[in-house]
């Protein structure tokens, strides 16, 4: 079935039988509709679900199959309580989905309008593909999680924006907190806190004293923002961790999380991605040709598989996530064969120095480019082969510099690799900062 989607103007009939319009065009000749299912159908058979703005096709097993929605799309996933069916995914509770796939699959194909997907809060063992899913116009496909709160709405009596050399603060006097209780979580300024700016802002927690916070930059505001805010006295903040886990549910799929070719437009949000089958593939999350990915305020944490986040001629954004790779010859971050990353706000641990574990791998003519983040505990944080290049690219003044840090070498290049602007980078505690430029093979490090 073709589709051709002018802009906007749609209209349905409301019996059986008559066309859905668009600015007076008419789509799929003879279409039914309404706000349920019709009671005859056949293989063939095309209906418009008016409580949902989708187009469906009966394929020959009997299933409505969504070819198009004609606005946005908000449906939910719960474990638990879910049902995969044409039916449900349109409530929570006993009205989701049971699974992201099914989720996934129940998506058209042709897309007019954003879709968020919701997950509850819950661990979810399954294997996903991702991909087949098209946008007329310039939307997002948002699979996003809950959150647990970990410390309830409190106001602040004051904190510093962060610059070029020092981490924004969020200081909460009197507060009483445990040392580092919430390091390697979100804090999120609530949508009525007193600077406008920090309204709905969230950034991911470096480490805490009894009463101070420490963010793993600046507070900047926005995705590669321009701008950062200092939070004043009065401003209302929560602490929070994933309350959404996601594990590889071991169906031998070569990819357990994979957003497939030339699939644009993909974002993961609040979710803490786990294993939870100790079994191969060393893969855990790819990105492969052509497709275009945001993680914001995400966790990858792995003990077992070797490749946390694998971008294959990809586009990615890392944005305020923490990615722990916590086995020897681990990779935090791939970037391979032409694919380019941002990293902003993000920190990336390996399991020591002593162990060959690697916050970025770059080769292949991929380039990797830091805005801001942390990048420690490891033998390499970055290790750039084969014409991999990296670059610090962000604003120190506004996104802060980027820490390497407490590895046995911070940045490693040879075989025609090259990372540069280093002098906007705060390294300590390496062994060595970087490789001497043309270490073992031709490479350069600025």
Not at 30 to 43: D, I, K, T
Not at 190 to 209: C, F, K, S, V
Not at 232 to 237: A, I, L, S, T, Y
Not at 320 to 342: H, P
Request: proline share 4%.
């Amino acid at each position: 079935m073709a589709l051709s989607i002018p802009s906007s103007g749609m209209t349905a009939g409301s019996a059986p039988g008559q066309s859905l319009e668009w600015n007076g065009f008419i789509w799929v000749p003879r279409m039914s509709a309404g706000q349920s299912w019709p009671e005859v159908a056949y293989a063939g058979k095309t209906h418009y679900r008016t409580d949902r703005d989708i187009a469906y096709t009966r394929n020959s097993s009997g299933a409505w199959v969504p070819v198009g929605s004609f606005s946005g799309m908000n449906i939910f996933v719960d474990p638990e309580n879910g049902t995969d069916d044409a039916d449900h995914g349109f409530g929570t509770g006993s009205n989701a989905f049971a699974s992201i796939q099914y989720a996934v699959d129940s998506i058209p194909g042709v897309l007019n309008g954003d879709v968020l997907v919701n997950l509850s809060n819950a661990t979810f063992t399954e294997d996903v593909a991702l991909g087949g899913k098209y946008f007329t116009g310039p939307y997002t496909l948002t699979v996003r999680g809950e959150q647990a709160i970990e410390l309830p709405e409190t106001v602040a009596t004051g904190g510093t924006s962060g610059n070029a050399d020092s981490q924004g603060t969020l200081v909460k006097t009197g507060a009483g907190w445990t040392a580092n209780r919430f390091q390697n979580m979100w804090v999120r300024f609530t949508d009525d806190t007193p600077t406008n700016a920090l309204r709905g802002q969230e950034y991911l927690i470096d480490t805490n004293t009894s009463d101070t916070l420490t963010i793993c930059n600046t507070f900047q505001i926005g995705m590669r923002g321009t701008t950062a805010a200092t939070p004043v006295n009065g401003e209302k903040f929560s602490i929070y961790k994933e309350g959404t886990k996601w594990g590889m549910g071991g169906s031998g799929q070569a990819y357990p999380i994979w957003v497939k070719p030339y699939q644009a437009n993909v974002v993961f949000h609040r979710i803490g991605f786990r294993e939870t089958v100790l079994a191969p593939p060393s893969y855990f999350i790819v990105c492969d040709v052509g497709s275009n990915v945001v993680m914001q305020a995400c966790s990858d944490v792995l003990t077992t598989r070797i490749l946390n986040i694998y971008a294959y001629t990809a586009t990615l954004m890392l944005k305020d996530c923490y990615v722990l790779t916590d086995m020897s010859g681990g990779r935090g971050v791939s970037v391979l064969v032409g694919s380019t990353v941002d990293i902003e706000g993000t920190k990336v641990r390996g399991n020591g120095t002593a162990g060959s574990s690697w916050a970025v791998f770059c080769q292949q003519n991929a380039t990797v480019r830091v805005l801001s983040g942390i990048f420690e505990n490891c033998n390499r944080a970055f290790n750039m082969r084969f014409g991999g290049i990296g670059s610090f690219v962000g604003s120190p003044a506004v996104q802060g510099k980027p820490r390497i840090r407490n590895n046995s070498t911070g940045i490693f290049a040879d075989t025609g690799a090259a990372f540069g602007v280093t002098s906007q980078i705060i390294f300590s505690g390496n062994t060595t900062d970087k490789n001497p430029s043309g270490a073992s093979d031709p490479a350069y490090i600025d």
